[in-house]
């Protein structure tokens, strides 16, 4: 099988060095950029599985290379932000990232995040497509789930732009119809991790969901907040 490419960028040589050697050993296939510029030409040039996102770069910051990555490729994005910076990790979720880490990093928790965002974009990156006779899909308001190859779709064939977490926290709603899940029980069944109450990067995948399906995002029909337990999704709205 061939090894998935990542793609370090930072301005840090040391950064670079480390996380470098460290996901070598681990058989994935690295390559380091110092910018945007840099970042840009690989992603042209290669096929690219995963992008580690240093948020602090001069010039073009980490929050717009990754509003960049997500709005032209569908590689994963971890970004990286400095300890105390709460709401650069809650901006960098928002931006389109996958998942994010604090700095000085974990080069252990690293590694699961890498896999755990890998094993959710599938084995090669990208979305798998299967007949379609094994074809399931959900239909809800002006969209259609399509859960086979990972898609979303209005009413009149354009396709909406999800993140792999997005996506996967979509589905997990699209197979729970009319079921209050609390955060937990959501983390559980789209992640696969436990939920903790300072972590505020489920609300905000949800509602950056409602700002993509809803007709008025204010005023939620498809993904309704049941006040005091969770959030519940009506696919007859």
């Known amino acids: 099988m061939q090894a998935h490419h990542i793609v370090i960028v930072s301005d840090e040589m040391d950064i670079h060095c480390m996380l470098r050697d460290f996901l070598s050993q681990h058989e994935f ?3 380091s950029a110092d910018g ?3 970042l840009r030409q690989i992603v042209c040039r290669e096929p690219v599985d995963l992008v580690v996102l240093d948020i602090e770069l001069p010039g073009e910051d980490g929050l717009s290379l990754a509003r960049y990555l997500r709005e032209h490729t569908s590689v994963g994005i971890v970004t990286l932000t400095v300890a105390e910076a709460a709401l650069d990790r809650i901006v960098s979720l928002e931006a389109g990232a996958d998942d994010c880490l604090a700095r000085p990093v974990d080069l252990r928790e690293l590694l699961a995040r890498v896999k755990a965002v890998l094993r ?4 090669n990156g990208c979305s798998v497509s299967m007949s379609s006779s094994s074809r399931r899909a959900v239909k809800f308001g002006d969209y259609e789930l ?4 990972h898609r979303l ?3 009149d064939g354009k396709e909406i732009d999800l993140t792999s977490m997005e996506f996967l926290l979509l589905k997990t709603f699209a197979e729970n119809p009319d079921r209050v899940l609390n ?3 959501l983390s559980e069944l789209a992640y696969d991790r436990q939920w903790s109450p300072f972590d505020r990067s489920l609300d905000i995948r949800i509602s950056r969901l409602r700002r993509k399906i809803e007709r008025n995002p204010s005023k939620p029909q ?3 907040t049941v006040r005091g337990v969770g ?3 009506s696919a007859a709205a």
Do not use: P, Q, W
């Open 29 to 31: 296939r690295v390559s």
């Open 36 to 38: 945007g510029k840099t």
């Open 120 to 123: 959710r974009l599938g084995s």
């Open 146 to 149: 399509d859960l086979t190859a």
């Open 153 to 155: 779709v209005s009413e």
């Open 183 to 185: 955060r937990d029980e």
């Open 222 to 224: 498809v993904i309704r």
């Open 231 to 233: 959030y519940r999704f």
